[in-house]
């Protein structure tokens, strides 16, 4: 029996001719908050049903909380809670029913039910909608809910697959606050996928970079974020051409690395920020390009993925 | 990362309920839903009573002066209940389900997958059962006598809810194998043939031609003799051993189909 709360082995997943998963190797300790951020399609959802036991790999192995997915999906399942994407509740059952439910359907006893519910209630604020139908809860409170079923059976492993796509800001920061004190309070393990690299940036002790169904890059989201070394100078000018012209103006300038295009964007990767923007907004005045801001800062995770892979995660927030 | 320990297996709060208690979760969430989706039940309820009082005060006064003595009504009485029974089933839902990611969730769980169709299939009995009370009760109070006395009568009602149950394979075969609402709410064509091409408005001696040999192989046919022979005939246990097998027949045909899908969609994921 492993120590880690995951551990993958070689794990493939086919569909056909596309795979899926193309040999991750994975590991997640206990207590941790694992991010697995990567573009639509990219094999993060494939990865989380594989480890939920909801589908089986081609090759490879998956160990979850000491069990294997293949020879022992109950041991997995009774140790695992997940909130999938969308919200898999049914809206004609109210809050509190929705979480009896779920406390029966994992064997546990009607007091150990109740007593469970006050808690999670207390995790999750709902507050007096519990009694509700679920098909009259907003998006944010019906995620919450989702969360909270998740909950019930008090999962040592909590997979949460891109938790917060849908939601309008102050309920994503919720369900951050929510995810943060789980694994603080409880000790939860948690695995999330994003695409949002504010929220694995935020949440994540560590970030694996998925890519066509590898992993590209793995570690604390500052490491990885300092290994590209460079400051990031992002100027917005009038239109396309604008910037076209500008980068032929900047590119050559001294202590530039890259300049790469974006619509009506510019961006130019420094070694030195600082020392280099001074130097790219005279290059942009004398070349006669009309600016509409500039702004330095340090690499994100996004620009991790394009060093590594020469695209962009696709999130709505890029 | 947090210092705080993980929930150890001896806190661990989850556990395998067994098999009758999955059974048991699965078919109280579905009975729960049924009256909160009125819509799903009316016709079921609406129609077999509209064709039991539209048959009997067309064909009524036909059908006895053709032959003195018999009980149209009580002829009626089986066909009206066999139309409240086929093709209820909670498939729909089940589509629902699948499509929001509910049936996800209760495939992480520790459940029996077993559980997951068959509870649905407990609540479908419940539910024909009460579905078939309200036409009892009408054929009662227009005058059908029950030749089996109170005994006869449920297993009356138990042969119809068996019935009911052996076709509902049909339409959940097809919402686990589509996961699509349309292919599922088509699934009702299916009751055309067994509920019309039998013996419901004729005795089988009076069929003729092609439609009296679709009859003798439509298990409809001997499911109707069955349920007839307990109202007019008293304790015929030729016609009840028919019946029984009629529905065993049709319920093997149906379970298979639908457990294979239900092994089908849970493999695929």
């Known amino acids: 029996m492993t120590d880690a709360a995951i551990e993958t082995t070689a794990l493939r997943r086919s569909f056909g001719d596309l795979e899926a998963v193309a040999g991750v190797d994975l590991s997640v300790a206990r207590g941790e908050i694992y991010g697995f951020l990567g573009p639509n399609g990219a094999g993060k959802s494939t990865m989380v049903r594989i480890l939920c036991t909801l589908i089986t790999p081609t090759s490879g192995s998956a160990i979850v909380a000491g069990h294997d997915v293949v020879t022992d999906p109950t041991g997995v399942r009774l140790r695992i809670g997940a909130a999938l994407q969308g919200t898999a509740i049914d809206p004609k059952l109210t809050g509190r029913e929705t979480l009896l439910l779920q406390g029966r359907y994992y064997g546990m006893s009607r007091d150990a039910i109740a007593a469970r519910m006050a808690e999670v209630l207390t995790l999750v604020d709902i507050g007096d909608a519990i009694d509700r139908r679920v098909g009259t809860y907003s998006g944010g409170m019906g995620r919450r809910l989702d969360l909270a079923t998740s909950l019930m059976h008090r999962p040592e492993v909590l997979f949460l697959d891109e938790p917060t796509t849908g939601l309008d800001p102050v309920s994503r920061t919720r369900v951050w606050e929510e995810v943060r004190r789980l694994n603080t309070e409880l000790g939860m393990t948690i695995f999330l996928t994003t695409q949002y690299l504010e929220e694995a940036d935020e949440l994540a002790d560590r970030v694996g970079i998925i890519n066509e169904g590898r992993i590209v890059a793995e570690g604390p989201p500052d490491e990885l974020k300092r290994g590209i070394g460079n400051d990031v100078i992002v100027v917005r000018v009038t239109s396309h051409d604008g910037a076209e012209t500008a980068r032929a103006a900047v590119a050559a300038l001294p202590g530039v690395a890259t300049v790469e295009v974006r619509g009506d964007s510019l961006v130019v990767s420094a070694l030195d920020g600082a020392a280099t923007v001074s130097p790219v907004a005279v290059a942009l005045n004398g070349c006669g390009v009309g600016v509409v801001d500039l702004m330095l800062r340090t690499p994100t995770l996004d620009d991790v993925f394009l060093e590594l892979t020469g695209a962009h995660i696709q999130g709505d927030d890029q | ?269």
């Open chain 2, 1 to 269: 990362m947090t210092a705080v320990s993980a929930p150890a297996d001896a806190e661990r709060l989850a556990q395998p309920a067994g098999f009758i208690h999955d059974l048991t979760s699965v078919a109280l969430r579905a009975l729960k839903l049924i009256p909160r989706d009125p819509a799903g039940v009316i016709p079921a309820l609406v129609v077999p009573l509209f064709f039991f009082v539209v048959n009997v005060g067309s064909l009524q006064n036909v059908a006895e002066g053709a032959s003195p003595g018999f009980d149209f009504k009580a002829f009626q009485l089986p066909v009206a209940i066999v139309f409240a029974v086929t093709g209820v089933s909670r498939a729909s839902n089940l589509v629902t389900d699948i499509q929001d990611g509910y049936f996800d969730r209760l495939l992480m769980t520790p459940m029996s997958r077993v559980a997951l169709l068959l509870g649905l299939m407990v609540a479908d009995f419940t539910l024909v059962i009460a579905l078939c009370i309200p036409v009892v009760l009408l054929g009662l109070a227009v005058g059908v006598d029950v030749a089996t006395g109170p005994l006869g009568l449920l297993l009356f009602l138990l042969l119809a809810g068996a019935w009911g149950v052996a076709f509902t394979g049909f339409p959940y075969a097809i919402a686990l194998k589509t996961g699509s609402p349309a292919a599922v709410n088509s699934s009702f064509i299916l009751f055309f043939p067994f509920a019309f091409l039998t013996t419901a408005f004729l005795p089988q001696e009076a069929l003729t031609g092609w439609l009296s040999s679709i009859a003798d192989y439509n298990p409809v046919t001997y499911l109707l003799a069955g349920l007839r022979s307990l109202l007019m005939e008293g304790w015929a246990a030729s016609s009840l051993l028919k019946a029984g097998l009629a529905i065993a027949v049709v319920g093997a045909v149906s379970f298979t189909l639908a457990f294979t899908a239900l092994r089908g969609r849970v493999r695929r994921g």
